[in-house]
C-alpha cells in the first residue's frame, strides 16, 4: 500500500493513528487521534510522543521497538490531556521501518468519574444568570456612552468585556458545547488582566506581583483559566484579605493525580486574611460548601473541576495571616530515551 492509499485509509478509522520520526516526532496523525487529545491536527505535527502520551514508559518502550523492530503494547495508559477526563487506552506500537513507527491507540471504557457531579447545577446556574449579565452589559453600555471621563469609560468597558466573557462560558453549558476552547495562554497576561478586576472593586486591596519571567505559555482555555484565577482572588477579598500577592513558578518533580511530571507550571493567589477554617479544610472543594452565610459553595468546586480538565490540580495551604490557593498545569516531559535517540540519530 502507497504512503497516500495509506493515509487515505486510515482517515476514515475510529481507531487513533499516529506514525513517529526516529526522533518520535508526529509525522502524521488522524483525526480520530486527533480529537482523543483534544489537538487540532496541525498543532499534533512535530510534537514528540512524549509530549502526546506522557505517561512514564510509552517513548522509551517506543524506542524499544525501534531498536528491536518488533510490536510493544502499553495497556492502561491514563491521557492527561485536557479533553481526556482520566480516560484510559491500549497504545500499540508497530515499526514500518527502521526509522518510523506506527502507533495506535483504542480507548477503554470511560471511567464513572469522567461525568462531573457539577454539570446540571452548573447548567442550572449558568441559566439563571444570563439575563442578569444581558442587563449589566447593557447598563454597562449606556454608561460608555455617556461618560466624559476617560478612565470612567475605561471602566465601563472592563464591565461589558466580563459580562461578555461569563455570557461566553454561560453558553457553552447551556448548548452541550463544553469542550475547551484551546490555543496558546500567556498566564501573565491572565494574571495582569486579574489585577486590572480586582482594581475596580470599590475598596480593592494592596496588590503585589511576583512572577518568573522564564514561564512558557500553557496550551489551554483562556477563559476557564481567567475564571480560577478570578474566583481564587474574589474568595480572598469575600475573607478580608487587605493584600494580595500574584505570583508565577515553574516547580519541579511534581506528582500531579496518577503522574509523576518533571516540571509544572504553578500560579499562587497569596492573601493576608484570617485563614480557611478548620470546619471547612477536609471539604473546601466540595459543592455547595462555603465559609460565609451567603456564599454559593460553587467558587471553588468550579475552579478544581477546571484545574483537572487542564490535567492539573488547585491546591492550598492556610494559617492565619496567610493562605496560599495554587493552580498547578502539567508541563509536558521530556523523554531521556528521546534525547539519547535523536543524539544517536544525529551522531
Known amino acids: 500500500m502507497s504512503e497516500q492509499s495509506f493515509q487515505s485509509w486510515a482517515e476514515q478509522m475510529a ?8 526522533h518520535l516526532r508526529v509525522q502524521w496523525i488522524n483525526a480520530a487521534l486527533a480529537e482523543l487529545l483534544g489537538l487540532g491536527l496541525r498543532h499534533a505535527q512535530g510534537q514528540s510522543l512524549a509530549g502526546l502520551l506522557p505517561e512514564a514508559g510509552v517513548a522509551e518502550q ?18 492527561t490531556g485536557i479533553q481526556s477526563g482520566g480516560l484510559r487506552v491500549d497504545v500499540s506500537l508497530q515499526p514500518l521501518d527502521a526509522d518510523s513507527l506506527l502507533v495506535e491507540v483504542h480507548a477503554l471504557a470511560e471511567p464513572a468519574s469522567a ?30 456612552r455617556r461618560l466624559d471621563d476617560a ?20 453558553n457553552r453549558l447551556l448548548h452541550h458545547d463544553g469542550a475547551p476552547r484551546l490555543g496558546d495562554v500567556n498566564l501573565h497576561q491572565l494574571l495582569e ?18 512572577y518568573d519571567p522564564s514561564l512558557p505559555d500553557v496550551h489551554g482555555d483562556a477563559d476557564r483559566l481567567q ?15 487587605k493584600t494580595l500577592t500574584l505570583r508565577s513558578r515553574v ?9 509523576m511530571f518533571r516540571s509544572a507550571l504553578r500560579l499562587d493567589v497569596i492573601d493576608d486574611g484570617p485563614g480557611v477554617p478548620a470546619a471547612l479544610r477536609d471539604t473546601l472543594f466540595e459543592p455547595l460548601v462555603s465559609g460565609r452565610a451567603d456564599g ?12 483537572y480538565e487542564h490535567g492539573g490540580e488547585l491546591r492550598y495551604v492556610s494559617r492565619p495571616g496567610e493562605t496560599i490557593f495554587s493552580l498547578y498545569l502539567p508541563l509536558p516531559p521530556r523523554s531521556p530515551a528521546l534525547a539519547d535517540v535523536a543524539g544517536r540519530s544525529d551522531g
Not at 481507531?15 to 526516529?22: E, F, H, Q
Not at 488582566?193 to 511576583?210: F, K, M, N, T
Not at 516547580?251 to 503522574?259: C, N, P, T
Not at 467558587?299 to 477546571?306: F, K, P, T, V, W
Request: charged content about 20%; proline content about 4%.
Open 296 to 307: 454559593t459553595g460553587l467558587g471553588l468546586a468550579l475552579s478544581r473541576e477546571i484545574a
Open 15 to 22: 481507531t487513533g493513528l499516529a506514525v513517529v520520526d526516529g
Open 115 to 144: 461525568v462531573s457531579p457539577l454539570s446540571a447545577t452548573l447548567r442550572g446556574f449558568a441559566h439563571e444568570v444570563k439575563n442578569p449579565l444581558a442587563g449589566l452589559r447593557g447598563a454597562a453600555q449606556l454608561l460608555q
Open 62 to 79: 517506543a524506542v524499544r521497538s525501534l531498536a528491536e523492530q518488533r510490536s510493544v503494547q502499553c495497556r492502561g495508559v491514563a491521557l
Open 227 to 241: 475564571q480560577v484565577m478570578l474566583n481564587l482572588a474574589r474568595n480572598a477579598i469575600e475573607a478580608g484579605a
Open 151 to 170: 478612565d470612567m469609560r475605561a471602566l465601563a468597558g472592563l464591565v461589558i468585556a466580563e459580562a461578555d466573557r461569563l455570557a461566553t462560558l454561560a
Open 251 to 259: 516547580e519541579h518533580g511534581v506528582r500531579l493525580g496518577d503522574h
Open 193 to 210: 488582566r486579574l489585577s486590572e478586576l480586582i482594581q475596580a472593586e470599590p475598596s480593592p486591596p494592596r496588590l503585589r506581583h511576583d
